[in-house]
Antibody
Framework: QVQLVESGGGVVQPGRSLRLSCAAS????????MHWVRQAPDKGLEWVAL????????DYADSVKGRFTISRDKSKNTLYLQMNSLREEDTAVYYC???????????????WGQGTLVTVSS | DIQMTQSPSSLSASEGDRVTITCRAS??????LAWYQQKPGKAPNLLIY???SLKSGVSSRFSGSGSGTEFTLTISSLQPDDFATYYC?????????FGQGTKLEIK
């Protein structure tokens, strides 16, 4: 069965960096786009970043553009989110989520990980 | 960016009731809309995609409809497990956006 397991969250000071990981199993990782979606405490869902199935196309929410970088390692079936210059407003649970297969346009998220909490605080 | 607005923001209903949640897009998104259910402390679960297609394994008590800018999620005959928060999400364009959520509570 499809499984996504995030790790790497924690407490970090403003301006510092953190890298999240998402280990995927149960499907052909290299065939699917992957995303990061976050949820601030007691708030709604916010899409953060997209990696196309082959990693050639990446896109970001305006709120993180220039600070966050999404990447993937097909040999490890793992998705990453490098978060630099963290701000207090980046505090959230970060979920990785599976998008569409191949180069299909438009993405909904059919499987989600359990999430990892990132707290940015001095 | 396309803005998604859900109504109501919260809803009280009883077991066995039929409820409808509305989601409006700030511009036409054709039928590129998904619905999710989220329970406290858990990740969202996909219920419906392409406005009306039910994800495999999801109860047929859930149904979706609409196109363009107005969409609905209907839950027929509420069960105890259905009390949760529901989100719509557009995927017509990049910068995928979600509605603010509708919290469905037990009356």
């Amino acid at each position: 069965q499809v499984q996504l397991v995030e790790s790497g969250g924690g407490v970090v000071q403003p301006g510092r960096s953190l890298r999240l990981s998402c280990a995927a199993s149960g499907f052909t990782f290299s065939s699917y786009a992957m995303h990061w979606v976050r949820q601030a405490p007691d708030k709604g869902l916010e899409w953060v970043a997209l990696s196309s199935y082959d990693g050639s196309n990446k896109d970001y929410a305006d709120s993180v553009k220039g600070r966050f970088t999404i990447s993937r390692d097909k040999s490890k079936n793992t998705l990453y989110l490098q978060m630099n210059s963290l701000r207090e407003e980046d505090t959230a649970v970060y979920y990785c989520a599976r998008g569409r297969a191949g180069s299909s346009p438009g993405h909904y998220f059919d499987y989600w990980g359990q999430g990892t909490l990132v707290t940015v605080s001095s | 960016d396309i803005q998604m607005t859900q109504s109501p923001s919260s809803l009280s209903a009883s077991e066995g009731d039929r409820v409808t949640i509305t989601c409006r897009a700030s511009q036409s998104i054709s039928n590129w809309l998904a619905w999710y259910q989220q329970k406290p402390g858990k990740a969202p679960n996909l219920l419906i995609y392409k406005a009306s297609s039910l994800k495999s394994g999801v109860s047929s008590r859930f149904s979706g409809s609409g196109s363009g800018t107005e969409f609905t999620l209907t839950i027929s005959s509420l069960q105890p497990d259905d009390f949760a928060t529901y989100y719509c999400q557009q995927y017509n364009s990049y910068s995928y956006t979600f509605g603010q959520g509708t919290k469905l509570e037990i009356k």
